[in-house]
């Protein structure tokens, strides 16, 4: 059964309009704290510009680096089971790439991994990115009327000690009914296929149809904020 991450206080927030989802995120930003002069270097290991720009927002300075492995070839029952796999796959990927690096200067500045992965799960099953247009609308009509869950797993690595510290954070997105039409003419935009899920919940045609989300937009976007900061700390302070 899914469940969300206990350790992290529940919001609900309801969004009626994109207005609505606009204050919510400006209130987001307006209260993260940044960290001008970090002691740390952090590399993050994804190709998402919604994680670029969630961890930018907590005030990191940061380089990318992607993993280039193949998820599909990565297989768990359990989706909670799954994009664990799939983060410490992608971490394993980027220390390869990272090997080499002068590691004196890594013992002098630590350097901080950032891996995560997302899927949605609605109906019970397992929503990863969809393979083409006629998946993504499958998804789509799962979630009309219904909830679904994203399942988010992210690991945080000292490459400097080796301490590795992760977890889950499961938000609950609860949808009005989703018209067929609006379906049909969503998909052929073409953003859909490259989110985990089939629906990018944050754009503007897609969030009159979010009833209720309890958790975060952060976490929503594959990035959940709170759980990052906690588990850089966590891995900073490890002997």
Same mark, same amino acid.
């Given at each position: ?12 927030? %309801? ?86 690096? $002068? ?13 995560? $992965?997302?899927?949605?799960v609605s109906k019970g099953m397992i929503r990863e ?7 993504? %609308? ?7 009327? $219904? ?93």
């Amino acid at each position: 059964m899914l469940r969300s991450n206990r350790n992290q206080p529940a919001f609900t927030w %309801r969004f009626r309009n994109s207005e609505s989802y606009s204050s919510a995120m400006s209130s987001a930003m307006a209260s993260s704290m940044a960290k001008n002069s970090s002691p740390f270097k952090v590399v993050l290991g994804s190709s998402s510009p919604a994680r670029r720009e969630i961890l930018a927002d907590m005030g990191y300075g940061f380089t990318v680096m992607c993993a280039d492995i193949d998820e599909r070839a990565i297989r768990r029952e359990k989706p909670e089971e799954l994009v664990k796999a799939l983060a410490e796959a992608k971490a394993e990927a980027i220390k390869l790439k990272l090997h080499g690096e $002068d590691s004196a200067q890594e013992r002098d500045q630590p350097t901080i991994l950032i891996t995560s $992965d997302q899927v949605m799960v609605s109906k019970g099953m397992i929503r990863e990115r969809p393979k083409g247009q006629e998946e993504a %609308r499958e998804f789509i009509k799962g979630y009309s009327g $219904d909830k679904a869950f994203a399942v988010n797993y992210v690991l945080v690595t000292n490459l400097s000690n080796g301490a590795s510290k992760g977890g889950w954070d499961i938000p609950e997105i609860y949808f009005h009914h989703i018209p067929e039409d609006f379906i049909q003419s969503v998909v052929k935009e073409g953003h859909m296929t490259c989110v985990a899920g089939g629906l990018k919940l944050t754009h503007p045609s897609v969030l009159p149809f979010i009833k209720q989300l309890i958790g975060t937009m952060d976490s929503v976007r594959g990035l959940p904020r709170e759980l990052t900061e906690r588990l850089i700390q966590e891995v900073l302070g490890a002997k």
